[in-house]
């Protein structure tokens, strides 16, 4: 069984920065090295937005506009993990933030990021930038 762990959040002020993990178990080293995992949000009141995603085959990695030069996606594959390392943290970052995993099939497309292709999500870790 495929399970995510997201950890790392906290309380921040605003231009701080946080590190947030995810660790996948259930899937051996070499399965792990075919997937895209991705970082996924969602505020108070509001929809679950994307983040970042990173292919952990080759390490394509996608970012929304609202973070793009802030926070940097990398993949740990000898741990079977992914990080999120969020730098210059703005009060509108504020969110409860969830990891996810889809399993790469020959054709799919990891330029792009959607949370409707994700198969597996762990329960989400809470993020509060204080302005």
């Known amino acids: 069984e495929v399970q995510l762990q997201a950890s790392g959040g906290g309380l921040v002020q605003a231009g701080g920065s946080l590190r947030l993990s995810c660790r996948v178990s259930?899937?051996?080293?070499?399965?792990?090295?075919?997937?895209?995992i991705g970082w996924f949000r969602q505020a108070p009141g509001k929809g679950r937005e994307v983040v970042s995603c990173?292919?952990?085959?080759?390490?394509?990695?996608v970012y929304a506009e609202s973070v793009k030069g802030r926070f940097t996606i990398s993949s740990d594959n000898p741990r079977n993990t992914v990080h999120l390392q969020m730098n210059r943290l703005k009060p509108e970052d504020t969110a409860v933030y969830y990891c996810?995993?889809?399993?790469?099939?020959?054709?799919?497309?990891?330029?792009?990021?959607?949370?409707?292709?994700?198969?597996?999500w762990g329960k989400g870790t809470l993020v509060t930038v204080s302005s």
């Open positions: 996810a995993a889809v399993e790469r099939t020959p054709y799919y497309d990891d330029t792009e990021c959607r949370y409707s292709d994700m198969e597996e």
């Open positions: 990173i292919s952990t085959s080759d390490g394509t990695t």
């Open positions: 259930g899937l051996t080293v070499n399965v792990f090295a075919d997937y895209q």
